[in-house]
């Protein structure tokens, strides 16, 4: 009954929009005090808070952030789908695989997918509906390629959920980058066949010089240097997952500032952006540390052990309902949000069914990749569809007043120049949402 009086408490406070972490942490509070009274409760509430902070890995989160941080001051996205959209622009939907090499290269020095979603929503979508690609597909290839950083090194989702499961950080982070490769290249031939299918949905771009394309590859040294300092450090044992998280940190600082970016103001928002974002994830993993306590308590997760290991179905079985469900869930709720509700629960469950927690962990992060890009919700489609509104009513008086421009003025360079408008303007509109 407590159980769920408790469970019901949750989701009603997630539904009303109430943050998972309060949200937790309150129907956590109210489960101990059913339980065992005001003594137990304020015991527990007296070491929580503690203990929920005090993991050295723990370090990692905020300089991942701080890393994602800079690198979004440094510009280098731009410079990015630049490149790519220069050595594959020519080819049947080359703009969206460009998107999908960018998303994947962002990705391997950001670190969060809400930076990598944002960041290709302000740069390849302008220039692919510019080409004339058909909305909703330039839409659909930024929103999935904005996933691919949860699951390419540095994945702060990768981070949380080895904090949360107690495996091994630095192999789960190695661990991400096959999967994520797959992924990209996957989305690539899906791009390429549907262009082939209808050339008309992703018209090719202008043929670029050899001379170009080489002159453009000098944005991939940068970022290859910031990427081998911190997956290349892992990989190679040579330093810890928190000691790569600050290489990193420091890394993408200096390229912001080799790239004349930095000032005061653009210090201090970064800054406050990931102060922000760290003090959010700590709240979620207290209000997960108060809530594993009701659970513990109550033998949740020891019952649905005992319950499963008395089903007659192979474990493959159980795990493919189980990822069915982390689709269904990632329609419609955050990913950290899912992974402190589920792991708690569903780890123990896959131990007993003979999978490794680290496999189960890159497994689960695609998976949740699937579920941020499944109807009904689906928040990339949300926020891919929100930013393609904006471009698309943002366009049509730009076009206009390029109409009314002197002669003289070169269209190529009126059309970048309102492409950087457009990124502006949609990089305005997710501040003010954050």
């Not at 990989?235 to 912001?256: D, H, I, M, R």
């Not at 790239?259 to 760290?278: C, D, E, M, Y």
């Not at 896959?350 to 579920?371: Q, R």
């Amino acid at each position: 009954m407590i159980l769920t009086l408790v469970m019901i408490v949750l989701f009603v406070l997630l539904a009303i929009g109430t943050p998972v972490g309060f949200a937790m942490a309150g129907s956590g509070v109210l489960g101990l005090y059913l339980i065992g009274g005001m003594a137990m409760l304020t015991g527990i509430l007296q070491t929580a808070p503690l203990s929920a902070v005090t993991s050295y890995e723990l370090i990692t989160i905020p300089m991942f952030l701080l890393m994602a941080e800079f690198v979004l001051v440094s510009g280098i996205a731009d410079d990015l789908f630049k490149a790519t959209a220069a050595w594959v622009g020519r080819v049947p939907g080359g703009l969206g695989m460009a998107t999908a090499l960018a998303g994947a290269g962002f990705g391997a020095i950001c670190g969060t997918s809400t930076a990598s979603a944002a960041t290709l929503s302000a740069t390849s979508l302008p220039a692919m509906l510019k080409q004339g690609y058909e909305p909703r597909m330039a839409a659909g290839v930024v929103a999935i390629s904005g996933t691919l950083a949860m699951l390419i090194p540095p994945s702060v989702a990768l981070v949380i959920y080895g904090l949360l499961a107690e495996v091994n950080i630095g192999a789960l982070l190695i661990g991400g980058v096959i999967p994520g490769i797959l992924v990209t290249i996957t989305i690539m031939a899906t791009v390429w066949f549907l262009a082939w299918q209808n050339p008309s949905r992703a018209p090719p771009g202008p043929s670029v010089t050899l001379y170009e394309k080489f002159r453009m590859l000098k944005v991939v040294g940068p970022m290859l240097l910031l990427f081998g300092m911190v997956t290349g450090v892992i990989y190679s044992g040579v330093a810890t997952p928190t000691e790569a998280s600050a290489l990193g940190a420091f890394g993408a600082f200096c390229l912001a500032l080799w790239k004349g970016k930095i000032n005061l103001q653009s210090l201090r928002s970064a800054l406050l952006r990931a102060a922000h974002g760290t003090c959010m994830i700590a709240m979620i993993l207290l209000g997960a540390s108060i809530f594993g306590y009701f659970f513990t308590l109550t033998q949740v997760t020891q019952n649905l052990v005992a319950f499963v290991g008395g089903l007659h179905v192979a474990p493959w079985v159980v795990l493919t309902l189980i990822l069915f469900g982390y689709i269904v869930l990632g329609s419609f709720m955050d990913q950290i949000a899912i992974l402190v509700l589920t792991v708690p629960i569903v780890l123990p469950l896959i131990k007993s069914l003979g999978y490794d927690p680290l496999w189960f962990g890159v497994i689960k992060i695609a998976t949740a990749e699937v579920g941020m890009i499944t109807p009904p919700v689906g928040i990339e489609l949300l926020r891919g569809g929100a930013l393609l509104r904006t471009s698309r009513q943002r366009s049509v008086p730009r076009r206009i007043s390029a109409l009314r421009r002197p002669s003289y003025c070169d269209c190529d360079t009126g059309g970048l120049a309102a492409n950087h408008s457009v990124a502006a303007d949609q990089n305005g509109l997710l501040n003010q949402n954050d």
